[in-house]
């Protein structure tokens, strides 16, 4: 049976209450206190500066303690066994530029495929990002989104996941009490047990091929490798390694693959505003003979420009990602913020706010042209706040950059076109409900610029196709 309606894009709500109420909101959501902050000074204050008792997590009762056995990094409080897998994961930081050669391989895979068959973009974006992640997770390649076992199994968590954590769908997160019922009254939590099995399986196995493929010299340098191998040093337990290597792929792929298609959708809708000044600054700087590079892009500043842009104009994590929760009280600008508030950074309030971005739902890359008065490191807030601030910001704006200034250098893209020739408009606003905000599926046309730039994808591509192989040993 279907819950009754609401509220399906619930940041639109909370955007409106902080126009409503200012930028700090208070709401009840059963017996917990639950914060909306819809502005980037705020939330920078709260989220940032305040992170040492702004960074835990609300319980996540069916999510976290009987689907994940408390073994999931993402959704754990604050505290020990959090530091360590925090301190682990951020090795996705540390290293994020020995992933540069991953990226740019499948990229001119990536490329290759938008030349041969451009209507299918959306699956193309998505094998990208699930490779890369997979690759850097468990050193192994993806060739097919719809077979490959470990995104079909992933794919299926994810979504079992997704479908759990909605707020308000489960009497238990506000009555923890019904947790001590004996299991044949709760067939909610049979179903969720019954996933944790699955997933406890395949997760391990995942992790026993990579422990062989060490064992036989083929493993290549991974996420998953390092962990097997400082195993001792981090004290860290089969089912735990094996939870860990699951936290990538939950957290970067949809992300990763959601963005570049904002990017797609910001081209049929927008393209001619943008795309020339693009190509310009491309073609002065990377010319007609070779793929744009990592090497190219302190030279490319439209390009970073157009990548801030994409990450603002529809940010994926729409809702600041997992909500954070407060381990103690304090007060903001004379508010009482009680211990145990679920405080949510409501991204689409804070980027579409006019103050900060003016004519907001414009896709406008000047805005990033010159620096402004916004805090944080990158101009916008995509990547969240303090201690929980996104340890996969490296690797996911080298990917967005990477195939942004590749596809822009060897595609024209625009709207579709149909029967009569005439252009199909594109909905800006037609985004998914979920946890994740990414673009339904919408047209676009995407053509090469000239033949002579196929020549340079296809040569490049096969030459990228060489080296892959070792990942598919
Ligand atoms: C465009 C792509 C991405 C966006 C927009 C994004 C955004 C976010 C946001 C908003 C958060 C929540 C931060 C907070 O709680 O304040 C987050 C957390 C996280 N992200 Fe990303 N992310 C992206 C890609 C990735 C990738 C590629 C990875 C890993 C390979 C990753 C790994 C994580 C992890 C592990 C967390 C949880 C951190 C924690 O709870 O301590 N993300 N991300």
């Given amino acids: 049976k279907d819950l009754p309606p609401g509220p399906v894009k619930p940041w639109r709500w909370f955007q409106e209450l902080n126009d409503q109420y200012g930028p700090v909101v208070y709401l009840q959501m059963g017996r917990?206190?639950?914060?909306?902050?819809?502005?980037?000074?705020?939330?920078?204050?709260?989220?940032?500066?305040?992170?040492?008792?702004?960074?835990?997590?609300?319980?996540?009762?069916?999510?976290?303690?009987?689907?994940?056995?408390?073994l999931r990094g993402l959704m754990a409080a604050h505290g020990p066994f959090w530091k360590r897998w925090r301190r682990v994961s951020s090795f996705m930081q540390r290293a994020s530029d020995t992933y540069k050669p991953i990226q740019s391989l499948e990229s001119k895979q990536l490329m290759s495929e938008l030349a041969k068959t451009p209507a299918n973009y959306r699956e193309h974006l998505e094998r990208y990002a699930t490779s890369v992640v997979v690759m850097v997770t468990y050193g192994r390649r993806v060739h097919d989104i719809y077979n490959d076992e470990v995104v079909c199994l992933n794919?299926?968590?994810?979504?079992?996941?997704?479908?759990?954590?909605?707020?308000?769908?489960?009497?238990?997160?506000?009555?923890?009490?019904?947790?001590?019922?004996?299991?044949?009254?709760?067939?909610?939590?049979?179903?969720?047990?019954?996933?944790?099995?699955?997933?406890?399986e395949y997760l391990t196995r995942l992790v026993n091929e990579v422990q062989s493929k060490m064992e036989s010299g083929r493993a290549?340098?991974?996420f998953c490798r390092q962990l097997l191998e400082d195993r001792e040093k981090n004290d860290m337990g089969d089912l735990e390694i094996a939870y860990t290597c699951s936290t990538p792929f939950g957290a970067g792929v949809e992300t990763?693959?959601?963005?570049?298609?904002?990017?797609?959708?910001?081209?049929?809708?927008?393209?001619?505003?943008?795309?020339?000044?693009?190509?310009?600054?491309?073609?002065?700087?990377?010319?007609?003979?070779?793929?744009?590079?990592?090497?190219?892009?302190?030279?490319?500043?439209?390009?970073?420009?157009?990548?801030?842009?994409?990450?603002?104009?529809?940010?994926?994590?729409?809702?600041?990602g997992t909500p954070h929760s407060s381990t103690e009280d304090f007060v903001y600008q004379d508010m009482f913020i009680p211990k145990g508030s679920t405080i949510i950074a409501n991204l689409w309030g804070i980027h579409l706010n006019p103050v900060d971005f003016p004519d907001p739902h414009?896709?406008?890359?000047?805005?990033?042209?010159?620096?402004?008065?916004?805090?944080?490191?990158?101009?916008?807030?995509?990547?969240?706040?303090?201690?929980?601030?996104?340890?996969?910001?490296?690797?996911a704006s080298n990917s967005i950059y990477i195939n942004i200034a590749r596809i822009l250098w060897g595609f024209n893209l625009g709207k579709a076109r149909d029967e009569n020739g005439q252009e199909i408009d594109v909905d800006t606003f037609a985004y998914t409900d979920g946890f994740n905000s990414v673009p339904l599926p919408f047209p676009i046309s995407i053509t090469p610029r000239s033949p002579g730039h196929v020549v340079i994808i296809e040569r490049e591509n096969e030459a990228a196709q060489e080296e892959l192989k070792a990942y598919d040993l």
């Fill in 220 to 222: 290549q340098p991974s």
């Fill in 32 to 70: 917990t206190p639950t914060i909306v902050l819809g502005t980037a000074q705020a939330a920078w204050e709260i989220l940032e500066k305040k992170s040492p008792v702004t960074s835990s997590r609300p319980r996540f009762i069916m999510g976290q303690e009987i689907l994940s056995n408390n």
């Fill in 155 to 200: 794919r299926e968590t994810q979504d079992f996941l997704t479908s759990i954590n909605i707020p308000g769908k489960y009497l238990v997160e506000s009555v923890p009490a019904l947790l001590y019922l004996p299991h044949f009254l709760t067939p909610w939590r049979t179903a969720a047990l019954k996933q944790r099995e699955r997933d406890k």
């Fill in 256 to 320: 990763s693959a959601g963005s570049l298609s904002s990017f797609m959708l910001a081209c049929a809708a927008f393209g001619p505003s943008f795309i020339p000044q693009a190509q310009k600054e491309l073609d002065a700087v990377v010319g007609p003979d070779r793929l744009p590079t990592f090497e190219d892009f302190d030279d490319l500043p439209f390009i970073r420009a157009i990548v801030n842009e994409t990450l603002r104009w529809r940010p994926v994590a729409v809702l600041g």
């Fill in 362 to 395: 414009r896709f406008d890359p000047e805005r990033f042209m010159s620096k402004r008065d916004y805090p944080g490191p990158w101009q916008h807030s995509s990547f969240g706040y303090g201690r929980r601030v996104c340890p996969g910001q490296h690797l």
